[in-house]
């Protein structure tokens, strides 16, 4: 078992570098050095929430898939340039403090990682230094976490990692069941 976790996690890991190095813009400053930035949700007054997740990414309400680990924030979203958990430090958690307005929380979302106090203190003692307020969960609390502050008009962001496994509930089979059965099913016309 631990060999086929282990070669689907390269396997996914070679595929978001290929698709993320695929997508790579280049784009040079104009005038004073000054980054632009685009907009892509349109409406003034949706944030973005996320949709849905997969092992490869997330969809957000404006129909944009986002491959790979990411920074959400009410109206932005950036590639997070960290390949697991494991790669969450300082370094990879510096955005989070440095961007204007400050944010009340962040929502760290690790996968499908278990979640250990000594690497939440580890997250939680630096944002303190920040003064700014975190959640370390896993992935699927924290799009769930994220959208609901976001709905409130909070100040949040989120720093989340697709899982490595998806867990199967009732209505997943629910749904797949109702598919095969209309694949079956007979035209009167």
């Known amino acids: 078992m631990n060999v086929l976790q282990g070669l689907s996690r390269i396997a996914h890991q070679s595929l978001r570098r290929t698709i993320c190095t695929s997508l790579v813009r280049r784009s040079t400053y104009e005038s004073d050095g000054k980054t632009s930035v685009t907009i892509l949700n349109k409406e003034a007054d949706a944030g973005l929430m996320i949709n849905s997740y997969s092992q490869f990414g997330f969809r957000l309400n404006n129909d944009m898939v986002v491959i790979g680990p990411m920074a959400i924030f009410s109206r932005t979203v950036l590639s997070w340039n960290v390949e697991s958990h494991e790669d969450i430090n ?80 009732e209505d997943d089979l629910m749904q797949k069941q109702i598919s095969i059965s209309k694949s079956f099913e007979v035209s009167d016309k």
Do not use: W
């Not at 400050?102 to 979640?115: C, E, F, N, Q």
């Not at 000594?118 to 609390?141: C, H, P, W």
């Not at 924290?142 to 502050?149: G, V, Y």
């Open 90 to 169: 300082d370094e990879s958690l510096s955005l989070f403090c440095a961007i204007e307005p400050k944010i009340d929380v962040l929502v760290v979302g690790i996968g499908d990682h278990t979640i250990t106090p000594a690497f939440s203190k580890k997250i939680i003692d630096f944002m303190k230094r920040y003064k700014i307020n975190v959640e370390v969960l896993g992935t699927e609390q924290a799009c769930s976490t994220f959208n609901f502050l976001n709905a409130e008009n909070r100040v949040v962001a989120a720093a989340l990692i697709p899982p490595m496994t998806m867990r199967v509930n």
